[in-house]
């Protein structure tokens, strides 16, 4: 296991620009979730995959927001028209689901957003 | 919905004593319960969990857990504290219980772990 990468680490941008972050999951896992963590808080879903399908969206995952997992494998996050609010700390997730067994959610390190 | 709370922002142990790190859920059903610790600017490692079965769970780097169903209470807990130990710390409550998907997390506790 390479355990789950994301990238880029660390973005900066200005308000009102767009951008994307990746997550490649644990290999195999059909699970991927995104959260999205703010000083001193503990992680907020946003939304879940199961393969390619996107089962499950917060009311934090306003229409500026869209994820894609479009074959199943890596996935992508990405914000339109950046507010300084969404400035975070952005978690991908994955897990092995299996039918009837409670799976275990691995975490990767992070994109730090910062909306100047 | 389901929640976990961690009545405790920080908590400060001398190396070498017990530590404790305190959460309490509250869940319509049985709960799957997590705990999870972060290192500055990295991301959540897994610890321990429970689904079912024994209350005292062993997890990962010598911590354990034990969930008390009366006092809706699953305490992480570690014999002899390390100054490695010092971290954020995260309990979770899969949301809903039993269900695929998501967790909800408490504010999280800071551990401090003095030499």
């Known amino acids: 296991d390479t355990g789950v990468s994301q990238n880029p680490r660390h973005k900066i941008t200005k308000r009102g620009q767009n951008v994307t972050f990746r997550c490649d999951p644990i290999s195999e896992h059909n699970r991927l979730y995104w959260y999205r963590q703010t000083l001193g808080q503990g992680p907020e879903f946003l939304t879940y995959f199961q393969n390619e399908a996107q089962l499950e969206k917060s009311r934090l995952l306003s229409d500026r927001f869209s994820a894609e997992r479009p074959k199943g494998s890596f996935s992508t996050l990405e914000i339109q028209r950046t507010e300084q609010g969404d400035s975070a700390m952005y978690l991908c997730a994955s897990s092995l689901g299996l039918a009837g067994a409670p799976d275990t959610q691995y975490f990767g390190p992070g994109t730090r957003l910062t909306v100047l | 919905a389901q929640s976990v709370a961690q009545p405790e922002d920080q908590v400060n142990v001398a190396e070498g004593n017990p530590l404790t790190v305190k959460c309490t859920y509250s869940?319509?059903?049985?709960?799957?319960l997590f705990w999870y610790v972060q290192y500055p600017n990295r991301g959540l490692q897994f610890l321990l969990k429970y689904i079912t079965g024994d209350n005292l769970v062993k997890g990962s780097y010598g911590f354990e857990a034990e969930f008390n169903k009366s006092q809706t209470s699953f305490h992480l807990k570690k014999p002899s504290a390390l100054v490695s130990d010092s971290a954020l710390y995260f309990c979770a409550v899969r949301d809903p219980p039993g269900g695929d998907y998501k967790l909800s997390f408490g504010a999280g506790t800071t551990v401090t772990v003095r030499a």
């Open positions: 869940v319509s059903g049985n709960p799957y």
